[in-house]
């Protein structure tokens, strides 16, 4: 068994919301084990035989079926989520600024977030499948990344979250 963070996007932040409960019900229905909800958006822990690929599109055709959503997944075993966490190229925590992880499933799209031109206050930085992402508190919404990714082209293959959120993942797996 593989234990594996499962970032939901979109879900409780506009749009789409989801009681935790159910998504843990429902992935443990769907034959997932040691199903774990952290915080309200989005992130899932669990445990499957499954390769990463197998666990995501099982996980997306649940969310599918259960509550009738076009759900986009990104998968990631423990032992990668450690090393992505751990290779964040800035100073973790800086005042003024936030600390975000892009995760990017697929290789094109990150080629072409990572040639986006960084605004005033924001600062990107390419990583293995995902990008580092930092921006200046109050900027967040108007920086490039942000712009770009809530286009809807992107929203089937990335996703980002706090660097403190993904400390809280790591430490539920």
């Given at each position: 068994m593989t234990r594996y963070a499962v970032f939901l996007r979109g879900v409780n932040v506009g749009g789409v919301n989801l009681k935790m409960a159910d998504v843990a019900a429902?992935?443990?229905e769907a034959g997932f084990d040691?199903?774990?909800t952290l915080l309200a958006s989005g992130n899932v822990v669990l445990s499957s035989s499954a390769k990463a690929a197998t666990v995501r599109t099982k996980a997306e055709a649940t969310l599918r079926e259960s509550f009738g959503y076009d759900a986009w997944v990104l998968?990631?075993?423990a032992?990668?989520?450690r090393t992505i966490s751990a290779d964040f190229p800035f100073e973790r925590e800086v005042d003024g600024h936030h600390s975000y992880v892009t995760f990017v499933g697929d290789p094109d799209v990150l080629d072409e977030l990572d040639a986006l031109t960084p605004t005033s206050g924001e600062t990107i930085q390419r990583g293995h499948g995902v990008l580092y992402w930092q921006v200046a508190r109050g900027a967040t919404l108007d920086s490039a990344l942000s712009k770009t990714m809530?286009?809807?082209r992107y929203k089937s293959s990335t996703t980002t979250r706090n660097l403190r959120t993904v400390e809280k993942v790591l430490a539920a797996l």
């Open positions: 429902a992935f443990r040691e199903v774990k998968v990631y075993p032992a990668e989520l809530a286009k809807k």
